[in-house]
């Protein structure tokens, strides 16, 4: 079943990686603006580290539920949850001494974005999601997973997401749809916090 599972997310990677390449590339970073001054052109959520801009990697989320098949699962028969899954037991990107971290997304849309909290575990990741009855929704995130956000436009095809409040420790999501209607399949922009507090 994982390695399906592995299977179908490695396929719409790459098709999604293709499709974001035939886009139009956005403007890059105003000279001007000195809160984003060297951000990088292409489409992606960045953070401003210490040694400059990094780009957080994403995954397809496709939520599926443990021991039954693709048209089980489809049909919502067996179970009230479905998990995502992300390789990897931490994110690529570990943020330290910022429990309020902000990002700047290019190119993405803002509207039915979340900032989830993952479950780490063994070799990897997950997002536990319940299962609503309405398909376009399939699969959507628990509230107590979900962290409250500020958004802001600072500059022309770029804004910031910010947590509300400090972030807890652990492993973090910033999920964004793949396209409007189909809001069970995402992209997962992963990242790590080590530390409760700013400045620890």
């Known amino acids: 079943m994982k390695i399906k599972r592995h299977l179908i997310q490695i396929i719409c990677a790459t098709f999604l990686a293709a499709a974001s390449l035939a886009q139009n590339q956005p403007r890059p970073a105003q000279a001007g603006n000195a809160e984003i001054a060297g951000l990088p052109a292409g489409r992606g959520i960045y953070y401003h580290a210490a040694r400059g801009w990094i780009g957080l990697p994403f995954t397809v989320l496709m ?3 443990d021991g039954k098949g693709i ?5 919502n028969v067996g179970s009230n949850h479905a998990i995502a899954e992300m390789p ?4 690529g990107v570990q943020i330290a001494h910022d429990a309020r971290p902000t990002f700047y997304l290019r190119g993405i849309a803002t509207s039915d974005l979340y900032l989830v909290r993952a479950r780490r575990e063994a070799g990897y990741r997950e ?3 319940p299962i609503s009855g309405d398909f376009r929704e399939w699969a959507h995130f628990r509230a107590e997973d979900v962290a ?6 600072v ?3 770029v804004v910031t997401v910010k947590p509300r409040t400090e972030l807890k420790p ?5 999920a964004t749809p793949f396209e409007p209607g189909a809001r069970w399949i995402r992209l997962g922009y992963g990242f790590g916090l080590s530390t409760g507090r700013t400045g620890e």
Do not use: K
Not at 88 to 91: F, H, L, R, W
Not at 148 to 153: F, G, V
């Open 88 to 91: 990897g037991s931490y994110a």
């Open 170 to 174: 652990g492993e973090y999501v910033i």
């Open 71 to 75: 048209v089980m699962e489809v049909l």
């Open 148 to 153: 409250d956000i500020e958004l802001q436009e």
């Open 155 to 157: 500059a022309d095809n």
């Open 127 to 129: 997002l536990r999601m």
């Open 63 to 65: 939520p599926f539920d």
